[in-house]
């Protein structure tokens, strides 16, 4: 399903690397209003861990522009 919206979901799921990008990531999705949804999910390969954290639009009004 496209859509044409300009603005954020209410709900997103982060995903990435283990690193500090995505934390960059997460805290960025913070500092715009998001909140944390539930605890991380992390899983790990042998190599590179891969984790993923759920946020969520709470706050009154339309979401962030992208």
């Not at 690397?17 to 209003?33: H, N, P, T, W």
């Not at 605890?39 to 979401?63: C, D, F, H, S």
């Amino acid at each position: 399903m496209e859509t044409t919206n300009a603005r954020l979901p209410r709900y997103r799921l982060l995903t990435g690397v283990d690193d500090s990008v995505f934390c960059e990531r997460v805290s960025q999705a913070l500092d715009l209003g998001y909140e944390l949804h539930g605890g991380p999910a992390l899983t790990w390969n042998g190599t590179t861990g891969y984790v993923a954290q759920a946020v969520i639009w709470r706050q009154e009004g339309p979401t962030p522009e992208k």
